[in-house]
């Protein structure tokens, strides 16, 4: 690369990321509030009432005062609901010790890291491809476009995926399942774990792995929370799935959300049909994985189609497609960097895009990468 397309890129990156940096350290987003919910009832030494509403709506009003300086919500009105597991809350505790400005400004350095990181591995597995400066411009381009900084849940999904893929190619498939059961921490992306294992080469070491690491999480928020947690957590994402409460699934980027802007038909039937169409996708990736595809391709695919199976995935949640544009700009491979080309625009036009347009776009490049690549012709990297 020459020096001065270096340096512009360079500079195209820094721009980027201080004047993201800077916006989010001004006017942090409401996710920062609701993470800070959670770390407030460990705080408190009051984890067993994390699921009560009344009790998040209360210390919310204090922190939106500290934050935003706003007295009020409004008589019934309520913020996001923290709506993680216990072990997450630990995780935001630290901040509650700091004063607002330190807490955002140490949240964004800790979220910074594990972007770069991400990176690093995503680098580091391939170790062919281009420049890293160039890939920090295009992480920063793509990811502070397409997702809130502050979403420190999302780009730990992010770092887990890398992580994934990076151990996938070295074959340490026990170490994979390990990592994998830590996609806990957003439950909907454990619909990842049937594709992972048609994926992985030793099925039982990956089993082993993930049993071993999701059960031990599992134990833990038991223990910090107490025996009624699946009967009160299963509770409390009902409840906030009905009015007032329920978020918005028409902007929610998947097959439900599509599903629904094209009937009126009743909630648990878009769910038994997504039901259907997971174990059909499910099917037909099976297949294509036996015609001997490469792993990114496999990868790549199974995060596209997790995402739209979700059931819970909103604009913010595409912060994960980082890693197949990333891939497309490290390997050499045409229809990766095709792929990459496909998606990276997303980044620019998914907030103008109607949601139904985007989910089947989606949706088609997820198959895109199921039926390009011919290992005849193109040299595999990690065939699995």
């Not at 980027?16 to 919910?37: K, Q």
């Not at 994934?164 to 909907?188: A, C, E, P, T």
């Not at 049909?273 to 499910?282: H, P, R």
């Amino acid at each position: 690369m020459y020096p001065t397309k270096k340096y512009i890129l360079y500079f195209v990156a820094l721009v980027f990321f201080c004047s993201t940096f800077l916006t989010v350290y001004e006017e942090p987003s409401l996710d920062y509030v609701t993470y800070l919910t959670g770390g407030t009832f460990v705080k408190n030494g009051d984890l067993k009432n994390i699921y009560d509403l009344d009790k998040q709506r209360d210390i919310q009003l204090n922190l939106i005062k500290k934050t935003y300086q706003i007295d009020d919500l409004g008589e019934g009105q309520y913020l996001l609901q923290y709506r993680y597991l216990p072990m997450n809350a630990l995780l935001f505790y630290p901040l509650t010790l700091l004063s607002t400005k330190t807490g955002i400004f140490i949240y964004l350095v800790v979220n910074t890291l594990i972007i770069l990181t991400s990176i690093y591995l995503l680098k580091k597995a391939v170790e062919s491809g281009t420049k890293l400066c160039f890939l920090f411009s295009l992480s920063w381009i793509f990811g502070f476009t397409i997702v809130s900084f502050l979403n420190n849940q999302l780009l730990l999904i992010l770092l887990i995926l890398s992580m994934i893929y990076y151990y996938s190619r070295q074959d340490r498939w026990l170490l994979v399942g390990m990592i994998s059961g830590f996609l806990l921490f957003k439950i909907q992306f454990l619909i990842l774990l049937p594709f992972i294992f048609i994926i992985s080469k030793e099925k039982l070491k990956l089993l082993l792995g993930f049993i071993s690491s999701f059960s031990s999480l599992l134990v833990f928020n038991f223990l910090i929370y107490g025996k009624s947690l699946l009967v009160d957590y299963s509770k409390f994402i009902l409840k906030t799935e009905l009015p007032p409460f329920e978020l918005n699934k028409d902007a929610m980027v998947t097959f439900i959300s599509f599903l629904g802007s094209l009937s009126n038909m009743p909630e648990i039937n878009l769910w038994i049909i997504n039901g259907v169409l997971y174990a059909g996708i499910l099917l037909i990736y099976l297949c294509f994985k036996r015609k001997g595809l490469e792993l990114e391709n496999l990868l790549i695919s199974a995060i596209l189609f997790t995402i739209l199976s979700s059931g819970h995935a909103f604009m913010a949640d595409l912060v994960v497609l980082l890693i197949p544009v990333l891939l497309g700009f490290i390997h050499k491979t045409r229809y990766l960097l095709y792929g990459s080309l496909l998606m990276y625009p997303l980044s620019f036009v998914s907030y103008i895009l109607p949601i139904p347009i985007l989910i089947l776009i989606l949706f088609l490049i997820g198959f895109y990468y199921l039926m390009v690549g011919d290992p005849g012709l193109e040299p595999g990297t990690g065939r699995v």
